[in-house]
């Protein structure tokens, strides 16, 4: 069962049209929320797309158009701990995990939610933190139920300091799982000028507006929990004996200017899956999708080509 849930749209980013947000239940009882949007006409496919730490549904709507105008119908995951899904901690700033499982756990109750308003062939796209748990999904059962995958420089390695892991397991023995891991700022007001994400003062403009529209949507710096999860999601992720059983088609989107997540664990990864394959956007920063136009029309590229192959237009 699923319920209407609220969107936030701002004067250049409209909800897009043939759908809408919806509440469903994750593990433990979780409200999450999603949205679904049809595109006109007969549908080649669905896309899930899965968005990256500190990201809402409503970031992704100019990517959702892109879609729709591709002719594909697309569901956008919004994670536990970002967005207006459930957060589990009273301090709704602090961007908390507790471990991988939940969110693998979420992910099943996702597409069970809504696979009855998703035709196939099933595409799956991620971003960063995003990526990374699309692919474990995959990696964990789900690789069957889709026909490709695309990742949008997915979070399979962290860029940490040497001494980081071993401060994160003191800090983690220490019961300090909820606490900050760096010091929280303000995301509404970090300026263009000097961040790490986009070369497009439009796009990155557009994710601070939202954010201020509407403020529960704000997502700080995350906890030592957080940290943990992501360390041993994508340690587990380097194991070529997780991945043997992604049999579809895996396209890694990396951008060659990241200072957020690694390159060379992307391509690591690459070269453990089945059909994984390395793309790289030469002059990109970590957020392609949110980048300028010729930079973020690279990854459309890769996702066309492999759209074409597992989705034809001619079988519409």
């Not at 070369?199 to 710096?221: I, Q, T």
């Amino acid at each position: 069962m699923t319920q209407p849930a609220p969107l936030t749209a701002l004067p250049d980013a409209p909800i897009p049209p043939g759908g809408g947000a919806e509440w469903f239940e994750g593990d433990g009882g979780a409200r999450l929320r999603a949205a679904l949007f049809r595109p006109e006409g007969r549908p080649r496919g669905s896309v899930i797309l899965s968005t990256g730490r500190t990201e809402a549904i409503e970031k992704y709507f100019e990517v959702v158009r892109d879609l729709q105008q591709r002719g594909f119908v697309v569901l956008v995951n919004e994670w536990r701990g970002q967005g207006l899904s459930h957060r589990d901690l009273p301090n709704r700033r602090k961007g908390h995990a507790r471990g991988l499982d939940p969110f693998m756990a979420d992910y099943r109750a996702l597409l069970v939610a809504f696979e009855a308003r998703l035709p196939k062939p099933w595409i799956a796209v991620g971003h960063s933190m995003g990526g990374c748990l699309t692919l474990a999904a995959l990696a964990r059962g789900q690789a069957a139920r889709f026909s490709g995958a695309v990742l949008c420089a997915p979070m399979l390695g962290l860029r940490l300091p040497r001494f980081a892991r071993v401060l994160l397991a003191f800090r983690m023995l220490t019961g300090a799982a909820g606490d900050w891991a760096q010091p929280p700022g303000d995301p509404a007001a970090e300026p263009f000028e000097g961040n790490v994400l986009t070369h497009d003062p439009v796009r990155y403009k557009r994710g601070k507006d939202l954010v201020k529209a509407n403020p529960d949507l704000v997502l700080s710096s995350p906890t030592w929990g957080w940290l943990d999860f992501a360390v041993r999601a994508t340690d587990w992720l380097a194991r070529r004996e997780n991945l043997a059983g992604v049999a579809p088609p895996v396209i890694i989107v990396s951008a060659a200017l990241d200072r957020l997540v690694s390159n060379t664990a992307q391509a690591t990864v690459a070269s453990l899956l089945p059909q994984g394959r390395l793309v790289t956007v030469e002059g990109a920063e970590h957020e392609i999708l949110m980048e300028t136009d010729p930079l973020r029309g690279q990854f459309w590229t890769h996702f066309d080509a492999l759209a074409d192959q597992v989705a034809p237009k001619d079988q519409v």
